[in-house]
């Protein structure tokens, strides 16, 4: 490493210029292909799936995204003349509108159903001509805006569905902003000096740009959602700052000890940087361990976010030493110019808050670890709670189009009204054209259906669609145990005997398939990163207990997240004042994003950590020495870096768009009891009371193990005839090695 920061410190311009012709050239293969974004939650080999191939098969025309325009007059009905005539009017030129392939209004025969009982409400189903992600932004809006044309007074016109919701989405805004000014802020405090505290910025923006940039290149060549970015934005301005403000201040240290700035900036890359490296090689696994669910919606976000992490990590050890050479002696504060001016070289001894509070866990570490126990669980007891979907329009924020269009379509026809299920029927015969109307009529008697619709079947045709309405919302967990009741009995009892063939799809019954197959794959994904982590911290640490301690604090940091999440989005604990809507489900792919990323993060922490602790205990043997040294050293430094991390991850809480805001609270609240709690307080603390066996491992392991060291080479230990530390003292002392 140390190699790789000379070089960058004595072509640091070249160094800069690369990164900034990186950035700009990618910027600009982009800006002339642009991006290709899915977010089709469809999963193979589920009914709903197999629902949504037959209908591109058999009936093209219906099988694009549906959306809806509704309507509702403040006086009179909606079959006044004047309201009629406006509407026809709008729905004749959607109909005509690009990307539109049908449109069903309710002035037909047909349409009768599509008028509410009390006349005022009334709605029409537009037909785009593919999925709502495949469906162009300007052909969408061009409707929205034919649409919200015909408002008048007293006549309120909304949108809904998909392909609507999908121009609501803004990625991007202030949130980063927010993010970065809370993160310049914290570091401008810790370092006293904007020019290092300017540096984590500038690398973590170059890392995150080259990374968004090239999620859009990618989503030519993989199916990636278009929440991707805002991901890879939020985990990478958090692990980008985070690792740049650690190789930071080990550089710092070496220019007080008197170190020349290249010789400081290769020193600082050969023991952070190290750190570093292994920190976002851990995050990197973590997050490229979703690929093992082979769901193609999750695998984008996990290719993303792991490429924006590595650009991080690359831009912390080749772009920041290049920084830290053009920037030189003052990226010290003018205090430390000025004492390192009148009383030379040297390192102090640790001193402050932190280092006295290391001791305090040393004196009593058993109260210390109960009370930090007992406050993660009880932070984490909401989890027991949790209950995954997917949230609908109602969760959005009241003033877009589609929460108004929801709110309507509710009022006037019943929550089920904006989520029906959609049954595909392959009915081949006369005989199973009969089976199909018999389980009709079936369903118009069931418990939890408002009513049915079925399409009648044209001489031919070998395919029925059937539309189901529930009484309950979408994300209700009775919608979904209605999905089970159609699928386990209701359509089984009908196909007995006959050719009938009945799949239940729509968009409500793909969210509950994505859900449920995620579940059944959770605890393999868990097992796996559990396994990779701990032999990850056996190699860096040559350890048994180190990493099963680390393991069972990041379940602990997990319990956090969930626990926070479930109170406020799913018991509905201030959704509406952060602009995410009411109570609803947690989103279904949001454990397996949060637990990659936390494991990833937690796991930084515990290397960062445990690394001053193990780097002292190569020296001294002195379990409780290196314990106590390593808590103390890295306190600050930590500290600061998980509020930097914490801040980040809290901006993105108010950017009106719940899947993200969940990442954000979840994270954020994790991230700040995962530091002061968990590796201030409950780490330290077992491992005094540990010992020396928290750095056993057996003959035979050690082995088998590669070898790598994280901390870099070790120092030269001290003379015995070393004299008292005074500020002056020489790096290599034993206290002030950090």
Known sequence: MSVLARWCHRHRLVTVLLWLGLLVGLGAVSGAVGTKYSDSMA?????????????????????????????????????DPAVKDRMTAALESIAHSPSVASVSGPYTERGA????????????????????????????????????????????????????????????????????????????????????AALPILTAVAGVGTGVIGTGLLSHGMSIASVAPTLGVLVGLGVGIDYALFIVNRHRKGLMAGLSVQDASAKALNTSGRAVLFAGLTVVIALLGMLILGMGFLNGMAVSAALTVALTVLAAITLLPALLGLLGPRVLSRAQRRRLAEHGPGEEHAAGFWPRWAAEVQARPTGKALVALVLMLAVSLPVLSLRLGSSDAGNNPKSSTSRQAYDLMADGFGPGSNGPLLLVAEAPGAADQAALTGLVTELEGMDGVARVAAAPMQDGQRVGIVQVVPTTSPQSAKTSELITELRERTVPAAEAGTGLRVHVGGATATAADFADVLISKLPLFIGIIVGLGCLLMMVAFRSLLVPLIGVAMNLLTMGVAFGAIVAVFQWGWGSEALGVGAAGPVEAFAPVMIIAILFGLSMDYQVFLISRMHEEWTHTRDNHRAVRVGHGETGQVITAAAVIMACVFAAFLFGGQRMIAEFGLGLALAVLLDVLVLRMVLVPALMHRFGAANWWLPGWLDRLLPHVSVEGEPDPAPAATATVLDAREPVGALDARR
């Open 43 to 79: 999963m193979p080999a589920t009914e709903s799936s197999r629902a949504m191939d037959l209908l591109k098969e058999q009936m093209p025309a219906a099988a694009g995204d549906t959306d809806t325009v509704v309507w509702h007059t403040a006086s009179g009905t909606v079959n």
């Open 113 to 196: 159903q599509q008028i509410s009982a009390d006349g005022t409400t009334a709605y029409a189903q537009v037909v785009f001509t593919g999925d709502a992600h495949a469906v162009p932004k300007a052909d969408v809006e061009h409707v929205i805006d034919l649409a919200e044309q015909a408002r008048a007074d007293g006549l309120d016109v909304q949108l809904g569905g998909q392909a609507v919701q999908n121009t609501e989405t803004e990625v991007g805004g202030t949130s980063e902003i927010i993010g970065i000014v809370a993160a310049l802020v914290v570091m401008t405090l810790v370092f006293r000096s904007a020019w290092a």
